[in-house]
C-alpha cells in the first residue's frame, strides 16, 4: 500500500512538472514570434525602396502574426483579422488591421511618413500584447 501511494505521488510530481515545462515552452515560443515580427519589420524598413513596398511587407508580416498569435488557420485578410480582434475586445489591434487594410487596398499615395508611423504602431501593438499574454 505504502508503493502505491508513493509511485501515486511521484507520477503526480512528474504531471505537474510536465505541465509547468509545457507552461513556460510555451511563453518562450510567443516571445521568440514577437522578436521575429519586430525584427521583420525592422529588416524590411531598412531594405524598402518605396513606401507601398513598405506596406505590402507590413501586411504579410501582420497577417503572419496575428494568425500565429491568435492560433488562427488558413490564410485570412486584414478584415476577417480585425473581426477576430473586435470579436476579442482588442479594438486598437482591429483599427490597426483596418488602416492598414485602407491604405492597400484604396490606392491612395502612401507616403513614407505614413509607411513609418504603422511600423511603429505594430510594434507597439506586438509589445502590448506581449505583455498581456505574460500577465496571463
Not at 488557420?73 to 488602416?99: H, M, P, Q, W, Y
Not at 509589445?127 to 500577465?135: E, F, I, M, S, T
Request: aromatic fraction near 6%; include cysteine.
Amino acid at each position: 500500500m505504502d508503493i502505491i501511494i508513493i509511485i501515486l505521488i511521484i507520477v503526480l510530481a512528474m504531471l505537474v512538472v510536465f505541465a509547468f515545462t509545457l507552461k513556460l515552452n510555451r511563453k518562450l515560443a510567443e516571445r521568440k514570434i514577437q522578436k521575429q515580427a519586430a525584427n521583420a519589420v525592422l529588416k524590411d524598413r531598412k531594405n524598402v525602396k518605396t513606401s507601398r513596398e513598405g506596406i505590402l511587407a507590413l501586411n504579410k508580416i501582420t497577417k503572419d502574426f496575428f494568425r500565429e498569435y491568435l492560433k488562427l488557420k488558413g490564410e485570412l485578410t486584414l478584415k476577417e483579422i480585425s473581426e477576430v480582434l473586435r470579436s476579442k475586445n482588442d479594438e486598437e489591434s482591429a483599427a490597426f488591421c483596418d488602416k492598414l487594410d485602407y491604405l492597400i487596398y484604396s490606392g491612395k499615395e502612401i507616403n513614407k511618413a505614413e509607411s513609418v508611423q504603422l511600423i511603429g504602431e505594430f510594434i507597439e501593438i506586438t509589445k502590448r500584447l506581449g505583455k498581456q499574454r505574460r500577465r496571463h
